[in-house]
C-alpha cells in the first residue's frame, strides 16, 4: 500500500543514443506537471548492455560510438547532481533527436554542456574508461530488475520496474497523466509481465 499523501517516486534510466528512451522522458517530464512525482534520471548503457553479444557490424560501431555518451552523463551526475543531469539529456537529446546532430561528435557534447552552463571539459570523460565500473553499477541497477532481454527506457515506480512505455508521440498534459496512472498500477502486479503491440510510426518529435 502506498502513501498516498508522498510523491509517487519514479527513477528513470537512459542512454542518450535512443530515441525511444527520449520520448519517454518527455512523457515523464509532462507527468511531472500534472501528477506528485518525484521524479529523478538515472544513466544506464547500451554499449554495456550488448557487451559480449553477436551484433550486425553497423550496430556494433554505434555501440562502440555510444560510450562516450553514457560516460559524460555519468560525469556530469557525479560532478553535478541529478537536476543538472536532468538538464544536460534535455540539452543534448535535443540535439540528438529532433535536431539531427550526430552523438559521437564531441561538438554535440561540448554544445549540450555550454548550454546548461557546464565545463565543456566534462567532454573528456567520454574518452577514458577510468569510471566504467560506477556506469555499470548505475546501468545494473536500473537494468537487473527487468532482467537482460529488453533495453531503453525502463521505469521504476516506487521501487517496481518495467521496461517502457514505448511511445510516439510523447503525450502531453492531462492525457500524460493517465497514462502514468495506468502505467503505474501495472508496476504494482509482481504478476504482470508484459503488453506489446507491433510499432507502426518511428519516434515523432514534436
Known amino acids: 500500500m502506498t502513501d498516498a499523501t508522498k510523491p509517487i517516486k519514479v527513477d528513470f534510466w537512459f542512454d542518450p543514443l535512443c530515441p525511444w528512451a527520449w520520448m519517454t522522458s518527455r512523457w515523464m517530464m509532462e507527468v511531472e506537471k500534472v501528477r506528485d512525482i518525484d521524479l529523478t534520471f538515472h544513466v544506464m548503457s547500451l554499449s554495456v ?3 559480449g553479444r553477436d551484433l550486425d557490424p553497423d550496430y556494433r560501431a ?5 560510450w562516450a555518451g553514457v560516460r559524460v552523463a555519468l560525469a556530469v551526475d557525479e560532478a553535478h547532481g541529478k537536476e543538472k543531469l536532468k538538464d544536460y539529456y534535455t540539452a543534448v537529446g535535443t ?3 529532433p535536431g539531427g546532430a550526430d552523438s559521437g561528435d564531441r561538438a554535440t557534447v561540448e554544445g549540450a554542456l555550454a548550454d546548461i552552463g557546464l565545463p565543456v571539459e566534462l567532454a ?4 577514458t574508461d577510468a569510471n566504467d565500473e560506477a556506469l555499470r553499477r548505475s ?3 536500473g537494468m537487473d530488475p527487468v532482467g537482460s532481454e529488453v533495453g531503453t527506457p525502463v521505469v521504476h515506480v516506487n521501487g517496481m520496474a518495467l521496461f517502457g512505455p514505448v511511445l510516439s508521440p510523447a503525450p502531453k498534459g492531462e492525457q500524460a497523466g493517465r497514462l502514468f496512472d495506468g502505467f503505474a498500477l501495472l508496476t504494482e502486479y509482481d504478476g504482470f509481465f508484459e503488453a506489446k503491440r507491433t510499432r507502426t510510426v518511428g519516434p515523432i518529435f514534436d
Not at 62 to 66: A, C, H, S
Not at 124 to 127: H, K, N, R
Open 139 to 141: 546501468h545494473h541497477a
Open 95 to 97: 540535439r540528438i533527436h
Open 49 to 51: 548492455l550488448n557487451e
Open 124 to 127: 573528456d570523460a567520454g574518452d
Open 62 to 66: 554505434k555501440m562502440d560510438q555510444g
